[in-house]
């Protein structure tokens, strides 16, 4: 069975940085594609990053760009969100999403396994 966990949020001041980890079993990176998604409060879920195979070739939303890195370590099954220069607006559950393909898809509505979703909260 396909399995996700996030894990890794919590508090930090606006600048600050958090590095979020996803935890995967059931598949091989690069059978299927893994992404990172948020929802804030009264907002739509929203696609962060998103890869396959290979990170350098990942996906970023442009409100991230330059402050997120998707990263993967295939030893540990796990796949990394490294979060800098962190704002307020960031503030949201954070969720790692699998899609059933090897390419990627940054739609949530694709996605076909969810983790459990990790509160980043951004404030002073």
């Known amino acids: 069975d396909v399995q996700l966990q996030a894990s890794g949020g919590g508090w930090v001041q606006p600048g600050g940085s958090v590095r979020l980890s996803c935890t995967y079993s059931?598949?091989?990176?690069?059978?299927?594609?893994i992404g990172w998604f948020r929802q804030a409060p009264g907002k739509e879920r929203e696609a962060l990053s998103c890869?396959?195979?290979?990170?350098?070739?990942?996906y970023y939303d442009d409100s991230v760009k330059g402050r997120f890195t998707i990263s993967s370590d295939d030893a540990k099954n796990t796949v990394y969100l490294q979060m800098n220069s962190l704002k307020p607006e960031d503030t949201a559950i954070y969720y790692c999403?699998?899609?059933?393909?090897?390419?990627?898809?940054?739609?949530?509505?694709?996605?076909?396994?969810w983790g459990q979703g990790t509160q980043v909260t951004v404030s002073s």
């Open positions: 999403a699998a899609h059933s393909k090897p390419y990627i898809n940054s739609d949530p509505m694709a996605q076909d396994y």
């Open positions: 059931g598949f091989q990176l690069g059978e299927l594609a």
């Open positions: 890869m396959g195979t290979n990170a350098r070739s990942a």
